[in-house]
């Protein structure tokens, strides 16, 4: 199971955070040298809800997601 993400609008972005339902950190990516798409493996993730952080240059955005 993976995340994909694109970068369509061209943000600087400069981290991805994985956030278990408590707030605790489960994983970080640094995204400044990567390209206009990428992927975040989840296959060690157990099953459940998680929040993904995205962090740019303009500001944060957090979105809820699940692993089946």
Do not use: C, M, W
């Amino acid at each position: 199971t993976t995340i994909r993400l694109r970068n369509e609008s061209q943000l600087t972005l400069n981290q991805a955070t994985l956030l278990d339902l408590n707030g605790r950190t489960i994983r970080t990516v640094d995204l400044r040298n990567l390209g206009k798409e990428f992927e975040i493996g989840l296959d060690h993730f157990a099953a459940g809800q998680y929040f993904l952080r995205l962090q740019s240059d303009q500001g944060t955005v957090t979105r809820k997601f699940s692993v089946e």
